[in-house]
């Protein structure tokens, strides 16, 4: 998932960077396909994606990691939003957002039993151990992409038998509510028929 | 029909298969007609239309694709929303093409798709193909009905959002179970959907900066598209034009939206426009566009793209706005309630010395181009003569419809355009083919008006089987075929890029006189000029479908052209050496 070009996405090559991609969205089948081929059609590659519940009950929330420029996003980001399912879609830079990535490690459980190195190595990258069996030993890093990257980096000489990433989840730092005010005024009926109650 | 009245409720409901709600919802939106071909999975859906036949007339087509161009073409002319039925799996799949064009297009349709029952769903059943999957990026929405009470609701969101906002084609897939099984059946037309914006509100305070612009221009130039007929705002739109004194050109579906004979329509624009529209467009200091989405065949390079003037950018789809062009200002909204806002606060004015500009560069183009593909004095016959005949004997006054390639760079640029919707061509897709059924389908949707279908041999093949429909119906459709034996726009491009390497696109055609016998139309062949008047004037006069085919010339070139990768201000008015 990382780069093509090797930088950590903060680059600015080509007038590309990372943008955070919220769109908010009724919760129905397909719209994730709905979404995605807006990218593939576009040639454009999606670095991570979550899809989650949001703060307003039956809306979801897509979170999409794109590295292009401001030009392409912001055509993809309208493109979303003019989908008939789509509530709302922002985008931000890296800036503009506090995000976070969870990344899990399994290690063979015989390298925290034999000397205090590794049990340092979890301290020190500020991760911790969710859980310990005989054979394995699962640990958990939450961060930028770059700190479990380090972590992994200093987990390999224990031999790590798994290791998996999420995509990003983001806030804004903005004080404004956008989305939230502009929901108030959509209200909550999802679609009104006429002489219907 | 075996139906209950349910009274148990306060609402009068009635328990009905989902099949015959499918009827009634479709008689509830005021369809009248439908364009079809019926197959196993969407087989209750043709069993329920047998007792809805005195509401709902349909349309037996020869091919799926020539029961949504005709749905197309009903649409484009009607203002209504055209509705297909098709089959599962190869029927659906042959609508795709239709989808996609209507989709390019903005032609609100909704096509109603039989399914495998929803049990057998991704079992690779037989006839089973993930028809929303395939159409989800060339449909405005889609949606799969896999139960019976869904069936009211989903069409009433169909129908509202494929002609709502910008319209697009809206395609619903009904598993079979569906059609089978029972509802109570109610039908409330649909008036929101929460997510769905369909026309921006008009934001007085940029239509104030679009004004202040109009006001302190001095060569300002109005680009129009198909945004003012999907509107319905012809007359805002002359009103605004006649306000401001403002020259207008017209992108190729905005053609009948002024008048051509209004003092102010300066002509069409792009890549076969006229030469005036063209350069003129690196000259102006303002372009106020309206209802357009600066398409490539429009602008040339875009880099070398009106640099030097502001630009207005008058539309309802927020994803238009600085597309391709980046504008000074965008007036979101529906081009019915902005422009009558927009001509309130510009003055008015007259152009004269800005407009005569236009008319010199006309004059060059009417020796160089248009005198000799009117009036020519070569032995062949060329497209351009037909197109003049027409305008004499119509006055302009019949829909006409083509197919793609150079003769519809032609019809285009010469018939004589006098009414609203009365030009249905496939833009955006180029779709060969389109002509045969989109003709057909217009006729159906005003049968008062001439409908004239202009095809060249090529196109007419793609969809030929569509003269058994037209002889079914005996829509008195009159179809010209410009036949110059080759695909003619190819060709064309053979000559003047590719070093005249005639890559197959000659074409050994058959006896399209006998053909179209053979389907039961009267047809006649023209060879020479002097017979050319006469033979017009029969087919117009002629009560039912009539064939004309016309001999023309094989190396008739469409010019002006902006060729591709140049600038608007590069365009030539013949081949370079």
Known sequence: MASENGNNGNGNENGKQNYTISAFSE??????????????????????????????????????????????????????????????????????????????????????????????????????ILEVRPEYTVIEKTGYKEEYLELFEALKKYKVLQFTSSGRVAVTRSGKELFSNYLQEAGEVTVVYEGKD | MKEKTNTTKQKKTIRITGADAVMRSLASEGVTTIFGYPGGAIMPIYDALMDHTDKIRHILTRHEQGAIHAAQGYARVSGKVGVVLATSGPGATNLITGVADAMIDSTPLVCITGQV??????????????????????????????????????????????????????????????????????????????????????????????????????????????????????????????????????????????????????????????????????????????GMRFDDRVTGDLKRYANQARKIHLEIDPAEINKNIRVDVSVLGDVKETLPLLTRLIEKRSHNAWIEGFRKADKIEYDKVISKDLHPTKEGLTMGEVIRILNEKTKGDAIIVTD?????????????FTNKRSFVTSGGLGTMGFGLPAAHGAKIGAPEKEVILIVGDGGLQMTIQELGTINQTQAAVKIV??????????????????????????????????????????????LHRPELENAVQDMLDFNGPYFLEVNIEKEDNVFPMVPTGASVSEVILEPQK
């Not at chain 2, 104030?208 to 109005?222: F, S, V």
């Not at chain 2, 491009?493 to 389907?519: C, H, M």
Request: proline share 4%.
């Open chain 2, 481 to 526: 075929l410009m036949n110059n034996k080759y695909l003619g726009m190819v060709r064309q491009w053979q000559q003047l890029f590719f070093g005249r390497r005639y890559s197959e696109t000659y074409l050994l055609n058959p006896d399209f006189i006998k053909v179209a016998e053979g389907f039961g139309i009267k047809g006649k062949k023209v």
């Open chain 2, 117 to 290: 029952a929803a049990p057998l769903l991704g079992s690779d059943a037989f006839q089973e193909t993930d028809v929303i999957g395939i159409s989800m990026p060339v449909t405005k929405w889609n949606y799969l009905i896999t139960k019976p009470a869904e069936i009211p609701e989903i069409i009433a969101q169909a129908f509202y959002i494929a002609r709502s906002g910008r319209p697009g084609p809206v395609l619903i897939d009904i598993a079979k179970n569906a059609q089978f099984g029972e509802l109570d059946f109610e039908y409330h037309k649909c008036i929101k959907v929460r997510s769905y914006v369909p026309k921006p509100k008009p934001d007085h305070k940029k239509i104030r900066e679009a004004a202040d612009l109009i006001n302190q221009a001095k060569k300002p130039y109005i680009l129009f598209g198909q945004g003012i007929i999907l509107g319905n705002a012809e007359d805002e739109f002359r009103a605004f034009v006649e306000k401001s004194g403002i020259p207008a050109a017209w992108t190729i579906l905005g053609a009948s939206a002024l008048s051509k004979q209004h003092p102010l329509n300066v002509g069409m624009l792009g890549m076969h426009g006229n030469y005036s529209t063209n350069i003129k467009t690196n000259e102006c200091d303002l372009l106020i566009a309206i």
């Open chain 2, 404 to 416: 793609v390639g150079q003769h519809q760079m032609v019809t285009s640029r010469y018939f004589a």
């Open chain 1, 27 to 128: 919760n129905h089948i397909g719209l994730l396909n709905r979404i995605t081929i807006i990218f593939t059609r576009r040639h454009i590659n999606i670095e991570s994606l979550t899809v989650s519940v949001s703060a307003i009950k039956g809306i979801h929330k897509f979170t999409i990691v794109v590295n292009d420029t401001r030009e392409k996003v912001e055509q993809v980001v309208s493109q979303i939003e003019k989908l008939v399912e789509v509530l709302k879609a922002f985008y931000h830079t890296d800036d503009e957002v506090i995000y976070q990535e969870i990344a899990l490690f399994k290690v063979p459980t015989k390298a925290l039993i034999e000397g205090d190195e590794l049990e340092a190595t979890i301290r020190k990258h500020n991760a911790r």
